[in-house]
């Protein structure tokens, strides 16, 4: 891995890729994996899968190495990064304190898509912080993540791995189109499961506060710690110091402007093709036969009645959308409960960015 300085960013001739995708955590630690662990250990930057979205790690308690991440990804400094461990016993020096609440919640769904922001110590970087008195923390589930963590030696720092405002990635592939030639490596583990990024929540206060709903839904913390110890966070919390990723800026976005319809997309779409623009629709299986003539480009999201499957393919299905080359994306919008609810986040803030 050949490093070179060009404008002053630290750039790769070529990003390594290292294939895991046939190691499920019960055999040996391959060799790949002890290279690219090997990398973050020195301070590089490494994509990996997680069960949400591919994550692009580097070492948490460096400036230097929590640098690459934001020149990769071309982040803002004031945009808090998640750090992820590969044992729960790994965030005790992390952390001043654990909230009773959020020792309730890693109790149930660590390791797991939930991330939880507790008071931090100073044994990680100011960069991931933001300057913020507090850390979000999280275990994968992903073997191949947490094996990578383990290996590295140190929490590793990880927000998704691609160009700020974009989709998610979902798929090696996504990484590298965004990213070649800007990070170390990538390792390749398949596809993410849940396909979109954890569910986070503030512990610091009197009560949990959801910042960002994703793969652990409302109803599942509600069974946990009940519902009057539970809030959603105020939106006017986006206009000060994000606690949490993908609060305050540009997300999840593709290119061409994204317009959600609930009912008259035909409308919509016969509308704008008389303008003269190319139509992207992306809507459910059950409603393809009636929509797909309207569009230029039809994407199918799924069986309404499978949402997991939804959301484990939207951001695939987004970039579909944008690499179509389309003038403007319809999309049909879903009820708010269970998983949907992540879903509507992600889409609402992609379709106010365009």
């Not at 700020?164 to 800007?182: F, I, M, N």
């Not at 939106?235 to 990723?245: F, G, L, M, Y």
């Not at 939804?310 to 179509?324: C, E, G, T, V, W």
């Not at 049909?332 to 960015?353: D, H, Q, Y």
């Amino acid at each position: 891995m050949e490093r070179l300085k060009r404008g002053g960013k630290l750039s790769y001739k070529h990003t390594k890729i290292w294939n895991v995708d046939n190691w499920d955590g019960k055999e040996p630690l391959p060799p790949e994996l002890e290279e690219a662990g090997l990398c973050i250990s020195r301070g590089e930057a490494v994509a990996f899968p997680t069960e949400t979205v591919y994550g692009l790690g580097a070492d948490a308690r460096r400036d230097t190495a929590v640098e690459q991440i934001f020149a990769a990804k071309g982040r803002p400094g004031d945009n808090p990064l998640i750090v992820h461990i590969g044992d729960r016993s790994q965030w005790h020096p992390l952390v001043s304190s654990i909230p009773d609440m959020a020792e309730k919640l890693a109790d149930a769904f660590w390791p797991g898509p939930l991330t939880l922001i507790v008071p931090k110590s100073d044994a990680v970087s100011e960069k991931v912080t933001a300057g913020l008195d507090s850390l979000a923390v999280r275990m994968p589930e992903h073997p191949v993540a947490r094996a990578l963590i383990n290996e590295a030696g140190v929490p590793v720092a990880a927000p998704s791995a691609n160009r700020s405002g974009r989709p998610s990635p979902t798929k090696a592939e996504h990484v590298t189109y965004d990213l070649d030639g800007q990070i170390a490596g990538i390792v390749q583990g398949g596809d993410a499961g849940y396909g979109l990024e954890s569910t986070v929540v503030d512990c610091t206060g009197e009560k949990a506060v959801i910042l960002r709903p994703g793969g652990i839904t409302r109803e599942q913390l509600t069974d946990v710690l009940g519902a009057e110890h539970i809030v959603q966070a105020d939106a006017a919390a986006e206009e000060d110091t994000p606690k949490a990723p993908g609060m305050k800026y540009r997300h999840y976005a593709p290119s061409s402007p994204l317009v959600l319809i609930e009912g008259g997309m035909q409308k919509a779409a016969l509308a704008a093709r008389r303008e003269g623009k190319t139509v992207g629709i992306m809507a459910v299986d059950e409603h393809r036969r009636e929509l797909e003539a309207s569009a230029d480009v039809f994407i199918p999201l799924g069986s309404k009645d499978k949402p997991a499957g939804i959301a484990a393919k939207l951001y695939d299905n987004l970039r579909a959308a944008d690499q179509s080359g389309v003038d403007v994306i319809f999309c049909e919008t879903f009820p708010k409960e269970g998983i949907g609810e992540a879903v509507m986040n992600r889409l609402e803030k992609a379709a106010s960015a365009s």
